[in-house]
Nanobody, 126 residues
Framework: VQLQAYGGGLVQAGGSLRLSCAAS????????MGWFRQAPGKEREFVAAIRRGDGSRAYAESVKGRFTISRDNGKNTLYLEMNNLKPEDTAVYYC????????????????????WGKGTQVTVSS
């Protein structure tokens, strides 16, 4: 299974971007999928995650109300709609997939994800 994130780019503060993450390879239906990001000189951090079944979502406090995570199970694709972008959102964004359906308290845990995609750069200018 390969994950490919795309949709990043350069945008002005207050603008919007939509990231996509497509899963390819053998038939795959992730239990939980998520987005993480890593800014220069910083550790990778949790952004948002969503699980199969009840569709529960979780967000980092810094993006609540601005970002929306969704998934299309039929297309094996994960999305991240980002609105009102801020310069501090600048980072490389990575998608991740876990075959297990995680409990909510583990959504933000960086460990244990089965697959990671190559990142896509998001740059927000002030």
């Amino acid at each position: 299974v390969q994950l490919q994130a795309y949709g990043g780019g350069l945008v002005q503060a207050g603008g919007s971007l939509r990231l996509s993450c497509a899963a390819s390879g053998r038939t795959f239906s992730a239990g939980t999928m998520g987005w993480f990001r890593q800014a220069p000189g910083k550790e990778r951090e949790f952004v948002a995650a969503i699980r199969r079944g009840d569709g529960s979502r979780a967000y980092a406090e810094s993006v609540k109300g601005r970002f929306t995570i969704s998934r299309d199970n039929g297309k094996n694709t994960l999305y991240l709609e980002m609105n009102n972008l801020k310069p501090e959102d600048t980072a490389v964004y990575y998608c991740a997939a876990d075959q297990q359906v995680r409990i909510l308290s583990r959504f933000s845990d960086k460990s244990g994800w089965d697959y990671w995609g190559k990142g896509t750069q998001v740059t927000v200018s002030s």
